[in-house]
């Protein structure tokens, strides 16, 4: 099972210990995220001026729209990432398909080639033939 950390951040001025099996860098981090959206708040023109409950929300507000930005981001990313492995799949298929073309036209080629030698077969034979025909007409023309 997981080590539970805890460690000690800063946010806002303030001194918090924080826990969780998170690392304690994981942690750091996410009070240097806190502090650098409480830091834009507070560049905002009135923000000083407004309640701790409002300071709140408006923090929550923030960070509620980064992540729903950062979600609807990763969900275009896997979107595109699922698009990417069916048209993967479909090259893969397609270049199998083409591969077995391939080999059948190999096979046909190998056929048509021993075909066309048994044909030149068959024709120097025949050719021998028509030469010896040709020779026994020659030998009766001349008797």
């Known amino acids: 099972m997981a080590v539970k950390n805890t460690t000690q951040v800063l946010i806002d ?3 918090i210990t924080l826990g969780g ?19 834009e ?3 905002s023109a009135g923000y000083n001026r407004l ?3 409002t300071k709140h929300t408006l923090l929550a507000l923030n960070i509620a729209d980064d992540y729903f930005k950062a979600k609807s981001q990763v969900d275009t990313l896997e979107e595109d990432m699922e698009a ?7 090259m893969k298929h397609d270049l199998i398909a083409a591969e077995i073309q391939a080999g ?23 050719q021998r033939q028509l030469d010896k025909a040709n020779k ?8």
Do not use: C, F, W
């Open 51 to 53: 309640s701790v409950d």
């Open 136 to 143: 026994d007409l020659e030998d009766l023309l001349k008797a």
């Open 21 to 39: 099996y998170e690392s304690p860098e994981y942690l750091q981090k996410v009070a240097a995220y806190l502090n650098q959206k409480i830091s």
């Open 84 to 90: 990417k492995d069916r048209e993967t799949y479909d």
């Open 104 to 126: 059948d036209l190999k096979k046909e080629l190998e056929e048509k080639r021993i075909e066309l030698e048994h044909v030149r077969g068959e024709m120097e034979e025949l």
């Open 13 to 15: 001025g303030k001194i």
């Open 41 to 43: 708040l507070s560049q």
